[in-house]
């Protein structure tokens, strides 16, 4: 069986180590664009500010290793332009010789993953000193152009990798202003708790820009100058993190169906498209979201290698089903843990859902032990059935604790009040007799 993948990171390998694992015979290749295989793209920032002192660090398995160890036909700067459902062939060109090259397959992954968003700006986009960060070549034109001349740091976007950035530039001394065409950060949040986070950033001397869209970008070669619908804003250097957007502009001519919105793949439960031999799995696929009962687009390491496992074990003849998420995520910011599943109170609006909402703030562990910390916690549920539907935790410790339970709990479609049912771990350094999560069901 020939199998052909396209993208060698998160899900495409983890497809391609899940062929191996089942199919003894399988003829594997992959086709990268770039250069990197198999990276923890979520390790960036760290690497930036030296938390994760070698960039090496972050890669998991090099391509040598696919190829020698598991006789896997890696190859990279091969870009592929067209895929022939019809005839089974890729189409693409090899990036560094120009050279046109066509691939026969028996079962085809895309794992193409997604592309920073560049807005269609004005101009000086094309400057240096504007960076996304997204790869590892990425990460290390950042770090070329750090040095002790650049005093000021502009970051477009305040989502994961803003936020991230934000504290990584800080670290090393830099002033940092963040800009947010909306009025607030972190807009996986909702308001009321992202002003947490406002507050965290403003502790930390970051300045926020918030309610303004950037334009363009100004400088002689290298960039000086944000400029806003509002305002303009002296910088060093820019990094961009405004959103990804799927890597599927190569399947506009093919019968692969996708989301108008995006371009993210459609795919069942088995990972297949609507061509039953090709498969899409990561960031350039859907997910079927188990609490909106919707297909859904989240893009995060964690589903890529699930749905990149379920994908090649499929593909291989071990029929396997991806499941689908809740919507969990979780952000390290300062000294804050920000953490948050299921549905916000802005989708349950939007969902038109009977939703409720209860808040609390409780210690982390019990209340008469030591060095305590906050817990802002905020669920919504059904006002009629009293189905949980989501969850938001922000504080300094404990918050991955209740957000995994949270998440646990909408996976298995149970109620707040069952959430008093649950057996959770106590001691006084870590809850109290009633988890804050319990002490709100309680309430409810």
């Not at 169906?257 to 297949?272: F, R």
């Not at 210690?363 to 802002?376: F, I, R, S, V």
Request: charged residues 20%; neutral net charge; contains cysteine.
């Amino acid at each position: 069986m020939r199998y052909v993948i396209i993208g060698g990171v998160a899900a495409g390998m983890s497809a391609a180590m899940e062929i191996t694992r089942t199919d003894s015979k399988a003829k594997i290749t992959v086709l990268e664009r770039g250069q990197d295989y198999s990276y923890g793209q979520c390790g960036l920032p760290y690497v930036i500010n030296g938390v994760v002192p070698d960039i090496d660090k972050v890669i998991a398995r090099t391509v040598e290793t696919f190829r020698e160890k598991y006789g896997i036909d890696a190859r990279t700067f091969t870009e592929v332009i067209h895929v022939d459902e019809k005839k089974k062939k890729v189409y693409g060109v090899q990036l560094k010789t120009g050279t046109a090259f066509e691939i026969d397959y028996d079962r085809l992954l895309i794992a193409t993953g997604s592309d920073p968003v560049l807005p269609n700006w004005k101009g000086g986009i094309e400057l240096d000193g504007i960076h996304p960060l997204k790869t590892l070549i990425d990460t290390k034109a950042i770090l070329q152009d750090l040095n002790n001349k650049i005093k000021n740091v502009t970051i477009v976007g305040g989502g994961y990798v803003g936020l991230e950035m934000a504290e990584s530039f800080h670290s090393l001394g830099k002033n940092v202003t963040l800009i947010q065409r909306s009025d607030q950060l972190a807009t996986i949040f909702d308001l009321d708790m992202a002003t947490i986070i406002h507050q965290e950033a403003e502790k930390h001397q970051i300045s926020l820009i918030l309610g303004e869209e950037v334009e363009g970008f100004s400088g002689d070669k290298r960039v000086n100058t944000v400029i806003t619908n509002k305002g303009s804003y002296s910088t060093d250097l820019v990094l961009l993190s405004v959103g990804a957007k799927p890597n599927t502009d190569f399947l506009q001519n093919s019968a692969i169906h996708m989301n108008a919105q995006g371009g993210a793949i459609h795919v069942n439960a088995y990972m297949q498209t609507s061509i039953p031999h090709i498969y899409a799995a990561g960031d350039c696929a859907i997910q079927y979201h188990r609490v909106k009962q919707l297909d859904d687009h989240i893009p995060l390491g964690t589903t890529a290698n699930k749905q990149g496992r379920i994908a090649g074990a499929n593909m291989a003849g071990n029929p396997l089903t991806f499941k689908g998420i809740v919507g969990t995520s979780i952000i390290k910011f300062f000294d804050l843990t920000l953490g948050r599943t299921g549905l916000t109170e802005k989708e349950a609006n939007h969902l038109k859902l009977p939703y409720a909402v209860e808040v609390l703030e409780a210690n982390n562990q019990a209340g008469y032990y030591p060095d305590g910390e906050t817990l802002h916690i905020k669920l919504i549920y059904d006002k009629n059935s009293y189905a949980l539907l989501g969850g938001q935790v922000i504080g300094k410790k404990g918050v991955d604790k209740r957000i995994d339970v949270l998440a646990t709990a909408l996976y298995n479609k149970m109620t707040v009040k069952q959430l008093l049912d649950l057996d959770l771990a106590y001691a006084p350094p870590y809850n109290g007799v009633w988890d804050p999560l319990q002490q709100m069901a309680r309430k409810i």
